[in-house]
């Protein structure tokens, strides 16, 4: 049996019982073995602060490296260097998609990033109201396409533009929007003030959000900026590919996150135990032949010998006591991180495994009371309303204090996706539609917020299965939903916040989706149901038109102009119909769209121009149309 016998130690408080300290997870100023990847970091922002003359275009710097090897931790450190030289550090990250499908709020992470900027600009010590004018005119009529997808956007608008809105009748509400974030970020930034948007774990981003990192990654006009961009290499492949052809004509800051060395390791061993005395070198070797330095799994390892009572400490000798031969034994397994994990998990209470499982489909991060709500639920078939609600809370603190959630500003969140990952593991695939049953049903009749109409139609589409009765709903299902017209028209709500969000990438997928649910039924969805039938398809046109997929545009389109009852409901078509020959640059097929729409407007078009002489001398006419040739 070895002991550690540290000075330091003599100051850990009176409280400690012999085997309960607790381990001290090393904060980020504590990283151990990363000066080079800090210094690399740090030199680039420099760069950016001396560029006084703006002649420097924007920065980006890319860290990768496996899950748990310290990217988020290394970014964070330019956090205070960048505050401290009045730069504004903002940051927004993707997270996993839960049971396979994102229900993470469209362009979140950029979104989420974007309205902390705006609350640092408020924060600068020399923000005044000429600064805010400033900001106002930089905006300019940019800041209407961006009031609904930032939150805290309001101080920076002029009364015109708080009311918002997008237009969304034509191709270019999408380059619109991607140009109104470019202006956003130049407006907030100066010479004085550089910005660093820091957008993590992008390997999870949406193809909405790609296309817009994709967008700013390409303004060469921006300044003053530092972009950086975080994924884990062994799922990056839309990361990956995003940056092939960026890296050939731009130079990029590559940050890649190897493992820890043997005395990093020690160090953070070391740190972990608040000691460090030279006892502790057995312990960190067999650490890292564990773990092979990845930090995240030095911090699991000695977390678990710690759990398991392989290490415990000692009050009044005020050391750490192992035996490194057990360890050994015990630890023979391979202790890879999912099987420390799931040997824990499966020790845990039914019950509260039940709960957590509901709690990994909400998503990464959750809120407490929807967990409460959802999972209570699913108790009631064995307790009481009451009973239930509190064994959930109870089950809440119990997975804090064991160490599988973190409370955060807002709710709660995993401590480790990987956690979270192992809980959905757990769910049996026929028990996952009865799951995202409960969860939709939740969002769509428990919340006001409208926000929520897409969580709504991720969970519902996910247990459609399950809702349309090939298994029978349940008493839980607080709504028969049997019609699918019903998730249809959930999904047309989800698509008309994304879209006025400007994710129409998203707006377009419900859109399909739900349109997937009608067709099912082609033999009578537009007699039947024709309104909702209806929308959905002119929706869907002009979102294709908008994300550029102009074959599928065209298509949809054409079934609108056939199904549309009257003219009124033509118009929108009709100028699709137009612009989406217009944006293919077919020009002749343009024109003939064009007289084809007037004609079924019932506007007359003279066989030829009359050319007339206007009072200031100048000729104002045209020729045939007929006779434009190109
Ligand atoms: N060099 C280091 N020294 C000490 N602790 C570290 C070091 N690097 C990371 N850690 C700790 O390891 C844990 C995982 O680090 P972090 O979250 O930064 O990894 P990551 O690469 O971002 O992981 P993921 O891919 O899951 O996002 C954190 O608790 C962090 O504090
Ligand atoms: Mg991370």
């Known amino acids: 049996m070895s002991a550690v016998d540290d000075q330091s130690l003599s100051t850990i408080t009176e409280a400690c019982h012999y085997g309960t300290l607790a381990l001290q997870v090393p904060t980020p100023q504590l990283l151990c073995g990363r000066s080079k990847e800090t210094l690399t970091l740090i030199e680039a922002y420099q760069k950016v602060l001396q560029n006084k003359d703006g002649a420097l275009s924007k920065t980006v710097i890319v860290v990768h490296g496996q899950s748990g090897s310290g990217k988020t931790s290394l970014v964070d450190e ?24 994102s229900s993470q709020e469209p362009h979140s992470a950029i979104m989420a990033a974007f309205s902390d900027l705006c609350d640092l600009v408020l924060q600068s010590l020399d923000f005044d109201n000429d600064r805010r004018i400033e900001i106002q005119q930089a905006l300019g009529a940019d800041a209407k396409l961006l009031v609904k997808a930032v939150s805290n956007l309001s101080p920076f608008l ?134 092979l330095g990845n930090p995240f799994h030095v911090i699991k390892f000695m977390e678990t010998i710690q759990r398991e009572g392989l290490l415990l400490f000692d009050v009044d000798k ?126 769509v009749f428990c919340t006001q917020d409208e926000d929520y109409m897409c969580h709504a139609a991720i969970h519902l589409n996910s247990a459609r299965e399950y809702i349309q009765g090939k298994i029978p709903n349940d008493r839980l299902g607080r709504i028969n939903l049997e019609a699918d017209d019903k998730l249809t028209s959930i999904n047309l709500e989800a698509a008309k916040r994304c879209r006025d969000k400007s994710a129409f990438v998203n707006a377009a997928s419900f859109l399909r989706y739900g349109l997937k649910l009608l067709n099912g039924d082609e033999q009578n969805k537009w007699t039947r149901n024709f309104d909702l039938a209806f929308e959905m398809t002119e929706t869907l046109a002009k979102m294709e038109l908008i994300i550029g997929n102009l074959d599928a545009c065209k298509e949809i389109n054409a079934e609108v102009l056939r199904r549309s009852k009257s003219t009124e409901m033509k118009i929108s078509s009709l100028v699709i119909d137009v612009e989406v020959r217009m944006a293919g640059n077919e020009m002749e097929e343009t024109i003939t769209a064009a007289k084809r729409a007037l004609k079924k407007l019932g506007v007359i078009m003279p066989r030829r121009a009359t050319v007339i002489r206007g009072w200031s001398g100048y000729y104002v006419g045209s020729a045939s149309l007929d006779d434009l040739t190109f």
């Open 318 to 443: 005020s050391s750490w006591i192992f035996d490194i031969d057990q360890i050994k034994r015990e630890m023979m397994v391979s202790n890879t991180l999912m099987k420390l994990l799931s040997r824990r998990i499966q020790h845990l209470d039914r019950a509260m495994q039940e709960v957590l499982k509901i709690a990994s489909l909400l998503g990464y991060c959750f809120s407490g009371d929807m967990l409460v709500q959802v999972a209570s639920v699913a108790l009631e078939e064995k307790h009481t309303k009451t009973t239930a609600t509190e064994l959930v809370q109870s089950f809440l603190a119990q997975a804090i204090t064991e160490g599988f959630i973190e409370r955060t500003k807002v709710g709660y969140q995993f401590s480790h996706d990987k956690l979270q990952a192992s809980f959905q593991a757990m769910i049996a695939p026929s028990d996952a539609g009865r799951l995202h049953c409960h969860i939709g049903n939740q969002f």
């Open 158 to 291: 002029d009364g015109d533009s708080q009311l918002g809105g997008i237009d969304t009748k034509n191709e270019s509400a999408l380059a619109k929007f991607k140009v109104a974030c470019k202006t956003f970020l130049r407006a907030m930034s100066s010479t004085t003030h550089p910005i660093v948007l820091f957008i993590d774990d992008i390997q999870w981003m949406d193809e909405g959000s790609r296309q817009l990192i994709d967008a700013i990654l390409h303004d060469d006009e921006m300044r003053n900026f530092v972009l950086i961009l975080a994924y884990r290499d062994e799922e990056a492949d839309s990361a990956v590919d995003m940056f092939r052809g960026f890296r050939e004509k731009n130079s990029i800051v590559d940050i890649a996150m190897t493992n820890l060395d043997a005395g990093a390791v020690h160090e953070m061993v070391s740190a972990l135990l608040g000691s460090s005395s030279e006892a502790i070198g057995v312990l960190s070797d067999l650490a890292v032949s564990k773990t």
């Open 78 to 101: 330019l956090r205070d260097p960048v505050d401290a030289s009045h730069g504004y550090f903002c940051a927004g990250k993707f997270f996993q998609p839960s049971g396979g499908v």
